[in-house]
């Protein structure tokens, strides 16, 4: 284990993650806090950064990192997009400086899709993308990303063709907290998982998406008419919008293209429990390591050049 | 223009809508109030009906007949459900005495279909659908009655076959509302409808309804990416979950089949503007009057008999 090389950061709208790395990525130490981008944008992104280096007794002058949506217009410093198609590799150079620092500090660019028709952007995920998969990488790539917004991606021999946004978990927070299927789901937290109810509906809504608004009121007709559970609700609301995202995010590409799973935790079980269903080939990569692997990608390119990483 | 005959009441969750009607389906007078039956289940039902009967100087012994959410579980009195497949004609005499009233009334029943790959469920809507088509009308009917809940069913002869309810509106609500989405619609009301993005929107979900979470997520990107309007920005929002809806609502319909609208107003303008996009045939007919026929019609069968009625 060596000594701190860079500091990398993962800076959500709502979350701060820092990581201090050696030369060769390995993780030295870690913080966690609520301070994302909503928060900084009014104590000071540099103020934030600094107390969590110096809670870290990080040495003067190491160089800091950054993904997400601190680069973003309302944030830090904007880092702008890298249009689609794009090589994957171009995120690795594209960073922008953070002027006036007492240190180095890079944020990542994002990457936008400026189709009329299919509009779309990302910021945070380009780099778990680029920790996910090779960037010289052979052959058509789906990289999945689900969260609040789920991405779907396809890289083809290292280019990003193109890539969809799904408001899936945002989607599911509001319908469950704020629409009149809120009474169908509540006190489904304290049960167990319902995984009839989640296979139904995935397959339901993968099979007639068009359906998936019906689908998701059958979570309310469902309790007056068959007794759901509040777990059962949940799981047909859950499974409804998955299915019918997996649904969208494949229309273009063959069945049988294996899926790279960018995810952790809950969400991580539930999508693999959706593509098991659908019988879809995978492969997961975990979140966290994702992000952590393409900021260390990006600190190298910046930092550490080719002749010091073969001394 | 006679003497009132009876009092015809649609009693929504969050309204109250009453109309005194002659012998002849006339109507004499009309009261509006938002003592729907979320209010009333606390103020009481019967002196909610009581008030409004009496501000209009209805006669004494007057009978009332009622569809709506009075006739829910937690409504007034339940008055169930009739299963589907059943005669669209069984609504007329399904209704229930409300018991120790010093007048007759009556709640008519909502529809169910339990199915339980499609469990679904409507009450206030079956009443519309009496007023909308005769019940004795020949061949395929579909009808559309968008709202909150929009609804549409299939009768054939007669037969009310099966239903499917669209959380379309109820969603455009919580999306506006709750969701990242609501920046990116303030500040439309006060703006004139963007029939360009409305177009658009239609089109691209009815298509890949499969991608309609990714195409409303279009709505914050086509902002950042291409400058869209907040005015764009809903009508994409809109356009996307009535493209879906149609889309998901014909999908075991031929195209050709033509539909009933059942709407007035705002939602009367936009789906009439859907159908024309996409080319479906269809008719519209009020939704207001529909539900003074279909209960007109069932006061018609409970109170005043053939020979009565011939004299």
């Not at 380009?126 to 917004?149: F, N, S």
């Not at 969809?164 to 319908?175: A, K, P, R, Y």
Request: hydrophobic share 45%; charged share 20%.
């Amino acid at each position: 284990m060596g000594r701190p090389a860079y500091a990398a950061v993962d800076w959500g709208t709502s979350s701060f993650r820092l990581w201090l790395i050696d030369e060769d990525g390995t993780v030295l130490s870690e913080r966690r806090s609520s301070e994302g981008m909503t928060t900084a944008a009014s104590t000071g992104f540099a103020e934030v950064l600094e107390s969590h280096l110096s809670a870290l007794f990080a040495p003067d002058g190491i160089p800091v990192i950054v993904c997400g949506m601190a680069g973003a217009r309302q944030g830090w410093v904007e880092a702008g997009y890298l249009d689609t198609p794009t090589l994957l590799s171009a995120i690795l150079t594209g960073a922008v400086s953070v002027p006036g620092q007492k240190r180095d500090v890079r944020i990542l660019p994002g990457l936008a899709q400026r189709s009329k028709q299919a509009p779309d952007v990302m910021r945070g995920e380009e780099t778990q993308l680029l920790g996910a998969i090779a960037a010289d990488a052979h052959g058509e790539q789906i990289v999945c990303m689900p969260g609040t917004h789920s991405k779907w991606v396809r890289v083809v021999d290292g280019v990003v063709t193109g890539f969809s946004t799904f408001m899936t978990g945002e989607l599911f927070d509001v319908i469950t907290r704020h629409s009149i299927l809120s009474h169908a789901v509540t006190g489904a937290e304290a049960m167990p998982a319902d995984a009839d109810a989640l296979e139904a509906a995935v397959k339901a809504a993968f099979d007639q998406p068009a359906l998936a608004t019906s689908l998701i009121f059958g979570a309310r007709a469902g309790q007056l008419l068959h007794g759901l559970t509040a777990v059962g609700a949940q799981a047909r609301i859950s499974g409804t919008l998955i299915g019918a995202e997996i649904a969208g995010a494949i229309l273009n590409v063959g069945k049988g293209t294996a899926i790279t799973l960018v995810a952790s935790g809950r969400l991580q079980a539930l999508y693999e429990s959706a593509f098991h269903i659908l019988s879809l080939p995978y492969q997961t990569i975990d979140a966290d390591a994702a992000v952590r692997r393409g900021l260390s990608a990006a600190a190298k390119a910046i930092w550490l050049n080719d002749e010091r990483r073969s001394a």
